[in-house]
């Protein structure tokens, strides 16, 4: 048995195996004895994402270490059988009919005739990937919807699954379930955990019930102490939304990190009002958050400058200055106008706010639909007590240049995983043309439009595998989608390239109509080391 190393990124690299035991077999190994430096692992249909700090183990050591392993030890893989009810009425069902040249019953026939196994999740939290499907064998749409709603059915490759909510996606979509995949309210959120049996019928014909997953321990999330002071949003403008340090490790849930699109600005926000640099904070698309104070606290600006009015209780109004401290008073209104350039402003209280975390953290994760909602008109933000902090910096006027619309930023990306699946005239067209970041871009991904589309060499269908921020994933339609702080954990599509670590931030201030050059970093080139004897 061999082992294929591919680079991710400079901090990532993925291990491509024959199929899915295998994979699944160098999970378990490695979750046994986990190697200096690995911070988390993804698996999926024949590859193994691994996440790795840089400054503590190498893209070689670390695939030295990892073709050690003895693969003869593996988790015994067993869970109860869970009865999904579909109506098979999906828009793509003729299509997926037509692909197999059977009839749509047959497909139904067919999808309802044996059981799945839930052999990984990834995607979004309560999406699972059901392996069993041998017999509806079909591939991915060319070009991924914007949406899909929750409870849809769907196929891809070999494997079928349920959209946990509205998402993007590629799949076919066969039908809708009225059960939910993931719910926070209760003791298990994800319906289907990995090792589960999972039998689909057709929900006109016979009615089925569910057991819940036996309940596991939960970890407490509780409010930090009200202090009294508080925010409350008379207009919360395009998008603001509370977020922190994210939820790293969480990926064998299903959970992406999430967190601050540009984490930079929200640690600098953070010192100005002398919290700890992960306190969660205001992340503001475009200004346009207008707030009274209750209270007096201490607030600052960083990331996208956007100017600063305060209203005073008295009628006094006059202009702040971002990236400084400023003291707020009881009755006052701070209105946040359009920034000059850059997208996302973020806005730290000293104390952070005094709101309940969701699974660890009050990052609002909008693929996954996990965390505090949005704020809007009428919401209140407690502020928390001041505990153990520090000083207050008393300027960042350093803060980096920042995008303007029509502007070319400069993003390095890295070479891989999958550059060899496509021409070298594409990764030539990645890095010398220019490209447009279009109106369908947010934070789970920027889609991004050129003139020249990226062409394949490889043309079979990619069994789903990890992905992280930055990847630069091209459908076949050749015009990318570069994968921002909400992306799915796994995905179907090959991945050309990489942006680095280092300019993950500037990524989250990349306004729509600006224009991206790549310029590549590294070159690609894949390592085969042959395993373990002990492998099974």
Same mark, same amino acid.
């Given at each position: 048995?061999?082992?294929?190393?591919?680079?991710?990124?400079?901090?990532?690299?993925?291990?491509?195996?024959?199929?899915?035991?295998?994979?699944?077999?160098?999970?378990?190994?490695?979750?046994?004895?986990?190697?200096?430096?690995?911070?988390?692992?993804?698996?999926?249909?024949?590859?193994?994402?691994?996440?790795?700090?840089?400054?503590?183990?190498?893209?070689?050591?670390?695939?030295?270490?990892?073709?050690?392993?003895?693969?003869?030890?593996?988790?015994?893989?067993?869970?109860?059988?869970?009865?999904?009810?579909?109506?098979?009425?999906?828009?793509?069902?003729?299509?997926?009919?037509?692909?197999?040249?059977?009839?749509?019953?047959?497909?139904?026939?067919?999808?309802?005739?044996?059981?799945?196994?839930?052999?990984?999740?990834?995607?979004?939290?309560?999406?699972?990937?059901?392996?069993?499907?041998?017999?509806?064998?079909?591939?991915?749409?060319?070009?991924?919807?914007?949406?899909?709603?929750?409870?849809?059915?769907?196929?891809?490759?070999?494997?079928?699954?349920?959209?946990?909510?509205?998402?993007?996606?590629?799949?076919?979509?066969?039908g809708t379930t009225p059960l939910k995949m993931w719910d926070l309210a209760r003791d298990v959120p994800a319906l289907l955990q990995p090792g589960s049996r999972v039998a689909f019928c057709?929900?006109?014909?016979?009615?089925?019930?569910?057991?819940?997953?036996?309940?596991?321990?939960?970890?407490a999330d509780n409010p930090p102490l009200d202090t009294g002071c508080a925010l409350v949003v008379k207009t919360a403008g395009l998008q603001t939304l509370l977020q922190d340090a994210? #939820?790293? %490790?969480? &990926?064998?849930?299903?959970?992406?990190? *999430?967190? +601050?699109? $540009?984490?930079? @600005?929200?640690?600098?926000?953070?010192?100005?009002?002398?919290?700890?640099?992960?306190?969660?904070?205001?992340?503001?698309?475009?200004?346009?958050?207008?707030?009274?104070?209750?209270?007096?606290?201490?607030?600052?600006?960083?990331?996208?400058?956007?100017?600063?009015?305060?209203?005073?209780?008295?009628?006094?109004?006059?202009?702040?200055?971002?990236?400084?401290?400023?003291?707020?008073?009881?009755?006052?209104?701070?209105?946040?106008?359009?920034?000059?350039?850059?997208?996302?402003?973020?806005?730290?209280? #000293?104390? %952070?706010? &005094?709101?309940?975390?969701?699974?660890? *953290?009050? +990052?609002? $994760?909008?693929? @996954?639909?996990?965390?505090?909602?949005?704020?809007?008109?009428?919401?209140?933000?407690?502020?928390?007590?001041?505990?153990?902090?520090?000083?207050?910096?008393?300027?960042?006027?350093?803060?980096?240049?920042?995008?303007?619309?029509?502007?070319?930023?400069?993003?390095?990306?890295?070479?891989?995983?999958?550059?060899?699946?496509?021409?070298?005239?594409?990764?030539?067209?990645?890095?010398?043309?220019?490209?447009?970041?279009?109106?369908?871009?947010?934070?789970?991904?920027?889609?991004?439009?050129?003139?020249?589309?990226?062409?394949?060499?490889?043309?079979?269908?990619?069994? *789903?595998?990890?992905?992280?921020?930055?990847?630069?994933?091209?459908?076949?339609?050749?015009?990318?989608?570069?994968?921002?702080?909400?992306?799915?954990?796994?995905?179907?599509?090959?991945?050309?390239?990489?942006?680095?670590?280092?300019?993950?931030?500037?990524?989250?201030?990349?306004?729509?109509?600006?224009?991206?050059?790549?310029?590549?970093?590294?070159?690609?080139?894949?390592?085969?080391?042959?395993?373990?004897?002990?492998?099974?």
């Amino acid at each position: 048995m061999m082992m294929r190393f591919l680079p991710v990124n400079l901090n990532a690299l993925l291990v491509e195996l024959r199929d899915l035991n295998e994979t699944l077999s160098l999970f378990d190994a490695l979750r046994y004895t986990t190697p200096d430096g690995v911070e988390e692992m993804i698996p999926a249909a024949r590859t193994l994402l691994v996440r790795f700090n840089p400054h503590t183990t190498s893209f070689a050591r670390l695939a030295q270490a990892i073709a050690g392993c003895d693969l003869g030890r593996s988790d015994t893989r067993q869970g109860e059988r869970v009865m999904i009810p579909v109506d098979y009425q999906g828009e793509d069902l003729p299509q997926v009919a037509e692909l197999l040249g059977i009839s749509v019953s047959e497909v139904i026939a067919r999808h309802t005739g044996n059981d799945y196994m839930v052999a990984f999740t990834g995607f979004a939290p309560g999406f699972a990937y059901l392996s069993g499907g041998e017999n509806l064998n079909v591939p991915r749409r060319s070009s991924p919807r914007p949406r899909i709603p929750a409870g849809a059915v769907a196929l891809a490759g070999l494997f079928s699954g349920v959209y946990p909510q509205e998402s993007p996606g590629g799949w076919q979509l066969i039908g809708t379930t009225p059960l939910k995949m993931w719910d926070l309210a209760r003791d298990v959120p994800a319906l289907l955990q990995p090792g589960s049996r999972v039998a689909f019928c057709d929900n006109r014909r016979r009615p089925v019930s569910v057991r819940r997953p036996d309940a596991l321990p939960a970890a407490a999330d509780n409010p930090p102490l009200d202090t009294g002071c508080a925010l409350v949003v008379k207009t919360a403008g395009l998008q603001t939304l509370l977020q922190d340090a994210g #939820r790293p %490790g969480l &990926a064998g849930q299903g959970i992406s990190a *999430s967190g +601050a699109m $540009d984490k930079g @600005a929200m640690r600098r926000a953070n010192r100005l009002v002398g919290n700890a640099p992960g306190t969660a904070v205001l992340e503001i698309v475009q200004g346009g958050l207008v707030f009274r104070v209750e209270g007096h606290t201490v607030m600052a600006l960083a990331g996208a400058p956007c100017p600063v009015t305060i209203t005073r209780a008295d009628g006094a109004v006059w202009q702040a200055r971002p990236f400084t401290p400023i003291a707020l008073d009881d009755g006052d209104t701070v209105t946040l106008g359009i920034p000059s350039s850059g997208v996302r402003s973020y806005l730290a209280v #000293r104390g %952070g706010f &005094a709101v309940t975390p969701v699974m660890g *953290s009050l +990052a609002t $994760d909008t693929l @996954a639909r996990l965390g505090p909602e949005p704020l809007r008109a009428g919401t209140r933000l407690p502020v928390s007590a001041p505990e153990r902090l520090t000083a207050v910096e008393l300027s960042a006027e350093g803060d980096v240049t920042l995008p303007v619309a029509g502007e070319t930023v400069t993003l390095d990306v890295v070479a891989g995983p999958r550059t060899d699946w496509f021409t070298d005239e594409a990764w030539q067209a990645l890095t010398e043309q220019e490209w447009l970041v279009t109106l369908l871009s947010d934070r789970i991904g920027l889609r991004l439009q050129a003139d020249t589309p990226l062409a394949r060499t490889v043309l079979h269908e990619l069994p *789903s595998e990890g992905t992280c921020a930055g990847s630069i994933q091209v459908p076949p339609n050749g015009q990318p989608v570069l994968f921002a702080v909400d992306h799915p954990l796994t995905g179907g599509y090959p991945v050309i390239g990489c942006v680095a670590a280092y300019h993950l931030d500037l990524l989250g201030q990349l306004p729509v109509n600006a224009r991206i050059r790549f310029r590549a970093v590294t070159s690609f080139s894949a390592l085969t080391l042959p395993a373990d004897a002990g492998a099974a």
